[in-house]
């Protein structure tokens, strides 16, 4: 059973910088599309970046020279760097999990929350003006 933890959200002023951790157990590090979602009040859920098992990772426009997602198997965790914040970064960010590659359920930088069965319970980032 595949389980995730997210940790590292905060309050921070516009322009400060965080970085989300998501603890993995029970997945397929050689065979898994590994994404941070975000969810804003009133708002779907929407897919921020990815990375596959090659270490090959997409962003979303909107935060593409902003976040750096980043992995490391033998720790079994995933890393996202956050950096020169916005408000509109605002939300509940999400770790989540597929088997396969994240072409199949990625176009470009966006992915499909719908795809990934496997979700970690959150972790809130507020970014104030």
């Known amino acids: 059973q595949v389980q995730l933890s997210e940790s590292g959200g905060g309050s921070v002023e516009a322009g400060g910088r965080l970085t989300l951790s998501c603890a993995l157990s029970g997945y397929n590090s050689g065979n898994s599309c590994l994404g941070w979602f975000r969810q804003a009040p009133g708002k779907e859920r929407e897919g921020v970046t990815a990375i596959d098992s090659d270490g090959s990772t997409r962003y979303v426009d909107s935060v593409k020279g902003r976040f750096t997602l980043s992995k490391d198997d033998a720790k079994n965790g995933l890393y996202l760097r956050m950096e020169s914040l916005k408000p509109e970064d605002t939300g509940m960010y999400y770790c989540?999990?597929?088997?396969?590659?994240?072409?199949?359920?990625?176009?470009?930088?966006?992915?499909?929350?719908?795809?990934?069965?496997?979700w970690g319970q959150g972790t809130q980032v507020t970014v104030s003006s």
């Open positions: 989540a999990a597929t088997i396969g590659h994240c072409s199949t359920v990625c176009r470009g930088g966006d992915c499909y929350a719908a795809y990934f069965e496997n």
